[in-house]
């Protein structure tokens, strides 16, 4: 117990100075292993099982939130596939001009072992990748859904991987597999009888362990990867984004242990840091490539940038693969501190990086030269609101209902904004007027700026951090209208308020409200008030 609370003090601490200085905490998290080794306090054994578990959760909520159509676009898996074989390429090259240039740790080494590192390279963390994203509130923009995706492909490569490696193939057993989405309709209906507390979170945990990871593991696949396709079988039922809400505060919690166990992995010495710090170099090239490959799939520079810039980090996966390499006689042991050292190097780079925010990512974009509008990527091209007096920028449920409000008793001209495609094909269809936007995408707001008519912008995300983003980017435009914006809790009103908002509003508060006029209104006013509801 005594150890176990050395592990909680110390992370907490470095995570929390992490913060003071403004770096996510995840950077703490990190330092915490490496102090931690550095003490000698002694191994923790459920630290492993937290970190597996954090993982395996965060997994199976990808799956729940994921649109495996995305894995079929070619932005995804072109991308993918040409990303790793030219990053191999490029990464052998560069460690085989640094034997030849006498690095210790690399003298004598042959070009498969070379190749090997080079590979383990290649691969990106979905762990970091996604927690980046869901901090920003944008794993349902475009550029998140393609990293997503392309996380989702490596994941997939790493499977057949470890299966090759392994010398042994899956279990004949593995074929039945198919039977879990017949399957799956049973726990659907099972899902539905839950109820929204405990009982719900605690269903997701069962699904995300045992038809996920520790089945697929018995068959001889990698459980993370049964964690993801059993989230993905689910995502169909109604209470997916609920539970994986529900499931956050969990992953969130049990992921400390992964970010911690990475610095636990060895201590550095000079040489060791020397080729990790190359690897580290070889990140800018990593994301250009990204940049490239993106800007070819005709994306704009803009989500070229950010999926690059969110992928600029090497994997854990990497550790996986140095460990085989260790296994195979082809690496000396040493290496897996390497690797871990330049996975840790990796993250807090990335991290250094991608909390520059948006307004750096636009300034990037703009240095490059301009693209034909019409021949960018469907999703991407420009939406028209030019006819618009009010904006609702996220079309979740408070947005959803500030638009009914705003145009059936203000009979204004509405128009609603959201970065979900399958959410805007749903409300298309039913006859509201939706466009596919980014705010936190300068051009965005440019382009409502040119638009007269639009004269009141409602920043309804729920991620306080997106609207944060969306403002500076509204007022880097010169956006001349009123402001209104909503938040969870009263410091992010205060925030919004300081900042320029016109109306910060708290959406908690705005439902004691709502309730109580419901109760003092009249009797007859308020049937009538229900029938309105009913017929909508």
Known sequence: MTVAAIYLVIAFGLGGLAMVVRLPPLVGFLAAGFVINALDVGELPQLELMADLGVTLLLFAIGLKLDVRILLRREVWLTTSAHMVVSVAVGTGVLWLATIAGMSMLSGQSLTTIALLAFAMSFSSTVFVVKVLEERGESHALYG??????????????????????????????????????????????????????????????????????????????????????????????????????????????????FVSIGLSGLPDLPSIGVALLMVLLLPIKSALYLGLFTMMKLRYRTSVLAGLSLMNYSEFGLIVVSVGV??????????????????????????????????????????????????????????????EVVVIGMGRVGFAAYERLTD?????????????PRIERLADRGYRVIEGDATDLDFWNQLRRSQSVRIAVLAM???????????????????????????????????????VDIAFNVYAGAGLELADQVGLPEQVTSETEEGLTER
């Not at 059993?230 to 992921?255: D, M, N, V």
């Not at 991608?354 to 420009?382: C, S, T």
């Not at 980017?473 to 320029?500: I, M, T």
């Open 145 to 258: 859904r393609v990293a997503i995706g392309i996380l989702v492909m490596q994941d997939i490569i790493a499977v057949v991987f470890l299966t090759v490696t392994s010398g042994k193939l899956p279990s004949i057993w593995a074929l039945g597999l198919v039977l879990l989405w017949p399957l799956t309709r049973i726990l659907r209906w099972i899902w539905s009888g839950l109820g929204h507390g405990e009982m719900q979170s605690l269903f997701g945990i069962v699904m995300a362990l045992v038809p996920g990871y520790v089945l697929f593991s018995e068959l001889g696949l990698k459980g993370d990867l049964g964690a993801l396709v059993i989230g993905i079988l689910l995502a169909s039922h109604p209470a997916s984004s609920e539970l994986s809400r529900s499931l956050f505060h969990i992953k969130e919690l049990l992921l400390v242990g992964f």
């Open 462 to 500: 729920p991620r306080h951090g997106a609207n944060v983003t969306a403002l500076a980017c509204l007022r880097e435009s010169g956006f001349g209208g009123k402001v209104a914006a909503v938040a969870r809790y009263d410091d992010e009103v205060q925030w919004a308020r300081e900042h320029g």
């Open 327 to 388: 296994a195979s006689d082809l690496l000396a042991p040493a290496w897996l501190v390497e690797m871990s050292i330049a996975v840790a190097l990796s993250f807090v780079v990335s991290a250094l990086v991608n909390g520059r925010g948006h307004l750096m990512v636009e300034k990037i974009a703009a240095r490059l030269p301009a693209q034909d509008e019409y021949q960018l990527h469907p999703e991407e091209r420009p939406g028209d609101a030019s006819d618009a």
């Open 409 to 421: 008793h203000y009979q204004l001209r509405v128009v609603g904004v959201d970065y979900d495609g």
